[in-house]
């Protein structure tokens, strides 16, 4: 967990060793035992380019707005004024409005729900979150499929002083869109019998990730994918530790002591990689209106029925599953039906390889013809593997052992960020001088880019709630000799590349723009060496791209003005990359107008991976 207690702002230009020689100086960390988190520590100078407030405040120290964070005092207040301050809820902005409110190290009461926004807050704090709140007569702020760009790290909320009865003690109400992610969260509530209270619950929304979780205790119960309610404090069921919906990618949970593990009642598609359930009643719970579902890698202890699937033979696609490397150590049913009717049975100490159920197609027929058992599983390439055979995964850096003197500010190395400068010449310096030696720390705002900017090996970068990395001009102007707007390691370089939380885009028109070309390589020592986490490309739709509403409209063919990109992301034939919560996004709508406004602007390609591997596509 990230460390941090005393707040100190310093005012820091970090000196960079000269030297031509590759090294890694910031592999390991410095920071000493009663340090703060860098982030907190870190000097504060990003500002949204397009945000006309000169007083708008990205970094938000939520003590700075009065909260005590002494376990005692109520917080509610400070905090939701932390949140809510400069508009932030004004429409569902992306570039003018992005917002890091942050909570220290401490314990924070909470006497009712807090509703958030964009959220990126380390470390602790003991209460829980809304991302989509209902308001009175059961609307909500945000359309479930339009509520992009969310991101919650590194907080242990417990509610466990909410009475079990009670389904105001939910954790987490996270009805979210793409782009969106939860990381590194503990949920603390009852164990006791007949408990209401819940982990996350979603009902409905859109594509995301979640991972590095833990949820101890909850209890479970069905819930309509129609529900409204006027209140989150009014729910009229019990839940659960954890309910999912829609389409998402989970990896790394650890659920314990639940009544059931996961209940889902509708999706599209769901993948649960590597999850560890321990004592509970049921593990899945897969009610009929879910469509398909991964289980890959996953540990089931101690638990009556580890997979309950309600799906029924139908000549519709509903009910898809497979379940792939699935251990069971002192299970009684590995795979129940919706009547509890045994389909796998359990044991003690056993491993189902390969099992699934749905429709199998043959020829150009569209009817298919429902099948459950055993197959032969896909064969796994070992590179793609961890050292215990499962597929590999790799947590979203940040670095909480590494002290502020190991990061180095873009603005503090002459970078303006403001969405206008040409700040190419002064990114590739500091990029140079960096890699290997600091980590380069990308303040809130919009940099521009007209040329192509190479990333070397051995950078690790972070950006401040989606720094937006921008390419604009004549040199992506030709879609005939396109031009890569980010290389990420120059052809046939090996090494370390860490990105996070980072945006790349163009200024539009921009035909010719590979917006991001990847030839890394990651260290034959490192396995997922080179990578990329909760870092997306965004085509068009927001403001300072010029590939907007007022300019290409819904239905608009206008192919010269409105082409934003060649191609999102090339992964070249000799790179390998690990992708985690990657959105590669041709927009559809204008998200920082009205956040609805539908737009028609053109890309000829999204994702080409030319790559021999590995590759891993994790949430992306």
């Known amino acids: 967990m990230l460390a941090g207690i005393l707040l100190l702002i310093i005012s820091l230009v970090s000196y960079i060793p000269c030297s031509t020689a590759v090294r890694d100086d910031i592999a390991v960390g410095t920071a000493l035992a009663d340090e703060p988190f860098w982030l907190e520590s870190i000097k504060h100078q990003g500002f949204p ?25 109520d917080d509610t207040v400070a905090i939701k004024y932390n949140y809510d301050c400069f508009s932030l809820w004004a429409l569902d902005l992306l570039a003018p409005m992005t917002a890091l409110p942050y909570h220290p190290e401490t314990v924070v009461v909470v006497l009712t729900h807090l509703a958030t926004r964009r959220l990126f807050p380390p470390p602790w704090c003991t209460f829980p979150k809304d991302a989509n709140p209902y308001k009175p007569g059961g609307s909500q702020w945000f359309w479930n499929t339009n509520n992009f760009f969310r991101s919650v790290r590194n ?60 949820l101890n205790g909850g209890q479970s119960l069905h819930v309509d994918k129609e529900y409204r309610v006027e209140s989150p404090a009014i729910h009229q069921e019990k839940m659960f530790a954890i309910l999912l919906m829609v389409r998402f990618t989970v990896r790394n949970v650890t659920i314990n002591n639940a009544d059931t593990a996961v209940l889902h009642h509708w999706n599209w598609g769901w993948t649960f990689q590597d999850i560890t359930i321990n004592n509970c009643n049921v593990g899945f719970d897969f009610l009929p209106g879910v469509k398909a579902v991964s289980v890959v890698d996953a540990v089931v202890r101690n638990t009556i029925i580890a997979v309950r699937s309600a799906a029924v033979r139908s000549a519709k696609a509903t009910g898809s599953l497979v379940v792939n490397n699935l251990h069971l150590d002192n299970v009684k049913f590995a795979v129940v039906d919706g009547n509890n009717a045994s389909l796998v049975p ?40 961890d ?34 400068t040409d700040d190419t010449e002064a990114l590739q310096s500091l990029l140079n001088k960096a890699a290997g030696r600091r980590i380069v720390f990308f303040d809130a705002g919009t940099y521009i880019v007209t040329s192509t900017l190479v990333i070397p090996a051995e950078t690790r970068m972070v950006g401040e709630a989606w720094s937006v990395i921008a390419g604009k001009g004549k040199s992506f102007s030709d879609q005939e000799k396109p ?25 539009g028109p921009a035909p010719g723009a590979t917006v991001v070309e990847w030839n890394i390589r990651e260290p034959e020592s490192e396995q997922g060496g080179a990578g990329m986490w909760d870092s997306h490309i965004v085509l068009g739709g927001a403001a300072g791209t010029e590939l907007e509403s007022s300019k290409c409209p819904a239905g608009s063919i206008d192919t010269k003005t409105c082409m934003a990109a060649f191609l999102g992301l090339h992964l070249t034939s000799d790179s390998s990359a690990y992708l985690e919560g990657t959105w590669v996004w041709l927009g559809d709508h204008d998200i920082d107008g ?27």
């Open 49 to 73: 380019a397009h945000n006309s407030d000169p007083n708008y405040q990205v970094f938000r120290n939520v003590k700075d707005f009065g909260a005590k964070g002494d376990g005692i005092t």
């Open 483 to 507: 031009s890569p707007v980010v290389v990420v390691g120059e052809k046939g370089s090996h090494g370390i590349i860490e990105i996070t939380d980072i945006i790349f885009t163009t200024v």
């Open 594 to 620: 009205d956040g609805d406004a539908k737009i028609s602007i053109y890309s000829g390609r999204g994702i080409l991976s030319e790559s021999k591997g590995p590759v891993w596509m994790i949430g992306t």
């Open 387 to 420: 050292s215990v055979g499962r597929v590999f995964g790799k947590t979203h850096p940040q670095y909480a052992g590494h002290s502020v003197y190991q990061f180095v500010s873009a603005k503090d190395y002459g970078a303006k960020g403001d969405g206008q």
């Open 155 to 214: 907080f242990i909320i417990d509610v466990r002083r909410v009475p079990s009865e009670k389904a105001q003690g939910t954790g987490i109400h996270w009805q979210v869109a793409q782009a969106t992610s939860l990381i590194n969260i503990v949920i603390e509530m009852s164990s006791l019998p007949g408990t209401a209270h819940q982990g996350i619950w979603m009902e409905n929304g859109s594509g995301g990730f979640m991972g590095d979780l833990v």
């Open 346 to 385: 359990g044991g003690a100490d056993i491993t189902i390889k390969s099992w699934g159920q749905g429709n199998v197609y043959s020829g150009s027929s569209p009817r298919g013809t429902f099948w459950r058992g055993t197959f032969t599983g896909v064969s796994k390439p070992a590179a793609l593997l």
